[in-house]
């Protein structure tokens, strides 16, 4: 069966991207523009790795985040942060993500680090 | 009048240039002649009795020996030295200034240059970091990009697109490519806006304003507050220093209108200077009293008015009174011990540190308000008056502020000073 990832980002054109790009690479893709939405498609359906948008409308993508790693169910699902300033990536290293993009990405670098995110194996404890 | 460690290296100088022996001039000062060697080489310190005599035996004016201008450009390179000068001769400071004047006064002006270029670096930074304008447009930037990178690699690397997701991915291209434009347009509008550092608050608006003042000699006649002063005031550089002054003008104008010139003039010269005297007079508050004699033009009173965080608001120096331009002054100051005390006077007799043997008498009074009613804030003000003294009577030794005080047993000392230590007094 298909890894499934969950995609949480608001800007739909990106979102869009991604998703096409995903679903040729062979991968299962939801997404949800904002975090009330995710955290009910988290729970529905739960993914193997999530890509997380920095900056959100409502909750912010570090609150997401900190809920997430609050849930004993998700406490230890990979999650790929996409964020667009540097000084931002430390906050979101300590709440709790594993790997980081920093916007303008390129599809090159998504596709190889969702990859090697899903061939690792879960975070440990 | 005070004379400084200059004095000796003045009088060495008038000396020479006399074709003078020491010996002799000595003999006719009736001191020994080793005695004024070492006051020529500024090693010990002199009386203004022998000061006089020696003025008389060279047949120059004492005023020549003293401590002029010069002061001023003194403590700011103390000042100066404070910030960073660890290897600055400190001791010597005087020395500088009467050699070398147009170098000293090229060290204070690099100083006040270096420190309000410091200030537009915070400001410019504070700005990067902190707008939300700017922070907004960079991520809205971002974003596009993002996705017309994203979405022009899918169109470039996938060979066998399908043509109804090729036409989705134009026209999201397309959408994205304009929202590109705009937030690109939106953050060149936004840097350059043109403002001039001082319209962004970089200038401290306070120095400003009291170099306004300075330069109209602190007065503010009650003409020109009828006329009202806004040409000035439009004249200077920021915003924060135009409201400042601003502020400072409606304050007068409403003192005026309590306490006009004349009327005050006239009460003045019966009872002299003093705020409470003349402020039950009028059934005012001293700190209207205060703020007019301070604009009074022949009394050359200095004043200081600190809020309830000791933060000074207002800055009049007065000779021989140097006030620190940043940071806290002297705990010592009774303006101090005022804000504590709310409406008990605070009437004192100060020698300034470094200040040689000059005295000033201050008067200082602190008020409560409470601009929100009963259950908000209380706000403190608290004035200082400073007046010219030569009454006798025991002496409040106080500083300017710790860095720049030579005071060695101060039991208020809050940091280590960078001259060296003297004995009280």
Known sequence: MAQHVLLIEDEPNIAEAIRFLLTRAGLRVSHAPEGLAALALLRQDPPDLVILDHMLPGMSGLEILTALRADPASQNLPVMMLTARGRDREMAEQAGADRFMTKPFSNAEILAEVRAMLGQPRRAG | ??????????????????????????????????????????????????????????????????????????????????????????????????????????????????RSLERAVEALNDRMTHDPHLSQSLHELLSSLSAVRATAAILAETPDLEPEWALRFHR?????????????????GFLD????????????????????????????????????????????????????????????????????????????????????????RFALSPLVVMRRLAGTAGLAAGMVICDGSGTLTFRKSATGFPMPRFGSACPLWPLYRALGHPRQPCDARVQMAGQSDRR??????????????????????????ILPDDGAGPVLMVGSSCRVCARGDCPARREPSILSAEGAG
């Open chain 2, 360 to 385: 000033h008498r201050v008067i200082a009074w602190a008020e409560t308000r409470h601009p929100q009613g009963l259950r908000g804030p209380e706000l403190r003000e608290s004035a200082m008056l």
């Open chain 2, 172 to 188: 999201n291209l397309h959408q994205d490519s304009e929202r590109l434009a705009a937030g690109a347009e939106a953050l060149v």
């Open chain 2, 1 to 114: 009048m005070p004379l400084s460690a200059l004095t000796g290296t003045k009088l060495r100088d008038r000396r020479m240039a006399a074709g003078l022996r020491q010996a002799d001039v000595a003999a006719r000062a009736g001191i020994s002649a080793s005695y004024l060697n070492l006051i020529e080489h500024n090693r010990r310190k002199v009386t203004p009795e022998v000061i006089e005599r020696l003025a008389d035996a060279l047949q120059i004016d004492r005023a020549a020996l003293s401590e002029g201008r010069e002061a001023a450009l003194v403590e700011d390179l103390r000042a100066a030295a404070a910030r960073g000068g660890a290897d600055a001769e400190v001791d010597r400071v005087e020395d500088l200034v009467d050699r070398y004047p147009g170098w000293a006064a090229l060290i204070a002006a690099l100083d006040a240059r270096g």
């Open chain 2, 193 to 280: 806006a043109g403002q001039g550092i001082e319209e962004q608050g970089i200038a401290a608006p306070q120095e400003e304003v009291e170099d306004w003042l300075r330069g109209r000699g602190w007065v503010l006649t009650d003409a020109e507050l009828a006329a009202g002063l806004e040409t000035e005031i439009a004249g200077l550089a920021s915003a924060a220093a135009r409201s400042l002054a601003r502020s400072h003008v409606a304050r007068a104008q409403a003192d005026a209108a309590l306490l006009p010139e004349t009327v005050f003039l006239a009460a003045l010269a019966e009872v002299g200077p003093d705020p409470l005297a003349l402020a039950d």
